[in-house]
C-alpha cells in the first residue's frame, strides 16, 4: 500500500503561485510514476501533470504547460506541483495520485484526500 498526503492548497489572487506538495509512504519503492489531477465544480477529473520517479520523465496538459511545473525530490519521496501565472479557471480540487506502470491518464491505483486551490474571479 501507498499513502499519499497533499498540502499547499489554498486562496490566491489571479496571477499568482502555489506550490503543491504530495509526500508518499508505504510500498514507495512501488510507484513509477506520479501524477496531479484536478477537477473543478461541475466537471470531470481533468490530468494535470506527471512525473516518472526513477527517469524523471515530465508531462504536462496543454492547458497548464508554461505554468505548472511538476518536480520530484526522490529523497523525501514527495512530488511537487509548481502553479504560476494562475487563472480563475485553475481553481479546483487537486488530487496526488501514485501508479505502477500503464496509461499515463488512467492508471494510477492510489490517491490522495485532495487539496482546495481557489483562483478568485
Known amino acids: 500500500q501507498v499513502q499519499l498526503v497533499e498540502s499547499g492548497g489554498g486562496l490566491v489572487q489571479a496571477g499568482g503561485s502555489l506550490r503543491l506538495s504530495c509526500a508518499a509512504s508505504?510500498?514507495?519503492?512501488?510507484?513509477?510514476?506520479m501524477g496531479w489531477f484536478r477537477q473543478a465544480p461541475g466537471k470531470g477529473r481533468e490530468f494535470v501533470a506527471a512525473i516518472t520517479m526513477s527517469g524523471g520523465s515530465t508531462y504536462h496538459a496543454d492547458s497548464v504547460k508554461g505554468r505548472f511545473t511538476i518536480s520530484r525530490d526522490n529523497a523525501k519521496n514527495t512530488v511537487y506541483l509548481q502553479m504560476n501565472s494562475l487563472k480563475t479557471e485553475d481553481t479546483a480540487v487537486y488530487y496526488c495520485?501514485?501508479?505502477?506502470?500503464?496509461?499515463?491518464?488512467?492508471?494510477?491505483?492510489?490517491w490522495g484526500q485532495g487539496t482546495q486551490v481557489t483562483v478568485p474571479s
Open positions: 495520485a501514485a501508479g505502477s506502470g500503464g496509461s499515463l491518464y488512467a492508471s494510477y491505483a492510489y
Open positions: 508505504g510500498r514507495t519503492d512501488s510507484i513509477y510514476r
